[in-house]
């Protein structure tokens, strides 16, 4: 209950302030990593179960390529220090901050 109310105050400053709070960005990356892995998990195991013909087969290849596909990519991120938690996120508050103080001078 606490979180969901939480959420929504960071939701409503980032709408308000045109970008993302730092604390909510930081838990939408944290969800997309999770997500991505136990999605990829969960459709190689299912394969044999969910195949019933040579187009399910082909949807469930195709599944399991774009799940690998994704975690790839969020792996490489991380490597580069892309969605890394202590960068800073050019949609995050504290880079709107920056860029304010600096545009303002």
Known sequence: GRTCLRMREMVRASLKQGFWEDELLEMLQGEVRFE???CLMLNVY??????????????????IALSIRGVMKLYSERQRGVGH??????????????????VSG
């Not at 299912?46 to 599944?63: E, R, Y």
Request: proline share 8%.
């Open 46 to 63: 299912g394969l044999p179960f969910a195949v019933s013909g040579w187009k399910s087969l082909g949807n469930q290849l195709l599944t």
């Open 85 to 102: 938690p202590l960068k800073v996120h050019p949609t995050s508050r504290t880079f709107g901050q920056r860029w304010h103080r600096e």
């Open 36 to 38: 991505g892995v136990a």
